[in-house]
T-cell receptor, first 109, second 113 residues
Framework: RKEVEQDPGPFNVPEGATVAFNCTYS??????FFWYRQDCRKEPKLLMS???SGNEDGRFTAQLNRASQYISLLIRDSKLSDSATYLC??????????FGTGTRLQVFP | SAVISQKPSRDICQRGTSLTIQCQVD?????MFWYRQQPGQSLTLIAT?????????ESGFVIDKFPISRPNLTFSTLTVSNMSPEDSSIYLC??????????FGPGTRLTVL
């Protein structure tokens, strides 16, 4: 079983739609949580950190449920430019990042 | 933020040869890492590059195959030794800054024939 699991998608949604991605992690010692975005043939870039209280950055909302070891990302009012692969990432106390396999999002006009 | 450059950006190599990838960051960083991303896959950590001492390798990766140097706080190299087609991948340098944010370099796309 992978340490960080995501639905690989692809999620095909029209512009303006709301889409949610889920992620589960198996190591209860995980300390920090992130969503990264990776465009085709590019390096991953940090989208947002995920906090226990939940956090929002514009159209993006991230939630963490430590009891269920579950992380989510909600994108509202999808734009064409949101098309990318979204990587769920956890970090242990050793500073190592563990990546999920990513969820592909394709927003169409 | 941290600006990371990698050289070369891509290369095509013959099996049995070795390639050294360089990573340069524009500021002193806490930690440096090397990742591999095989086609259609997510990122896998190869090792943590330690300044002035041997790198810390993850399970499945060994120093003889992936020697790493980190002579100072802003520079590291990864060598892919005795390459085979299975080593074809994107190799990414990554750094952890004092703001606890991890950044990635643009990657080196390696094809082994």
């Amino acid at each position: 079983r992978k340490e960080v699991e995501q639905d690989p998608g692809p999620f095909n949604v029209p512009e303006g739609a709301t889409v949610a991605f889920n992620c589960t992690y198996s190591n209860s010692a995980s300390q920090s949580f992130f969503w990264y975005r990776q465009d085709c043939r590019k390096e991953p870039k940090l989208l947002m950190s995920v906090y226990s209280s939940g956090n929002e950055d514009g159209r993006f909302t991230a939630q963490l449920n430590r009891a269920s070891q579950y992380i989510s990302l909600l994108i509202r009012d999808s734009k064409l430019s949101d098309s990318a692969t979204y990587l769920c990432v956890v970090r242990h106390n050793t500073d190592k990042l563990i990546f999920g396999t990513g969820t592909r999002l394709q927003v169409f006009p | 933020s941290a600006v990371i450059s990698q050289k070369p950006s891509r290369d095509i190599c013959q099996r049995g040869t070795s390639l050294t990838i360089q990573c340069q960051v524009d500021s002193q960083v806490t930690m440096m890492f090397w990742y591999r991303q095989q086609p259609g896959q997510s990122l896998t950590l190869i090792a943590t590059a330690n300044q002035g001492s041997e790198a810390t390798y993850e399970s499945g990766f060994v120093i003889d195959k992936f020697p790493i140097s980190r002579p100072n706080l802003t520079f590291s190299t990864l060598t892919v030794s005795n390459m085979s087609p299975e080593d074809s991948s994107i190799y990414l340098c990554s750094v952890l800054t004092s703001t606890d944010t991890q950044y990635f370099g643009p990657g080196t796309r390696l094809t082994v024939l």
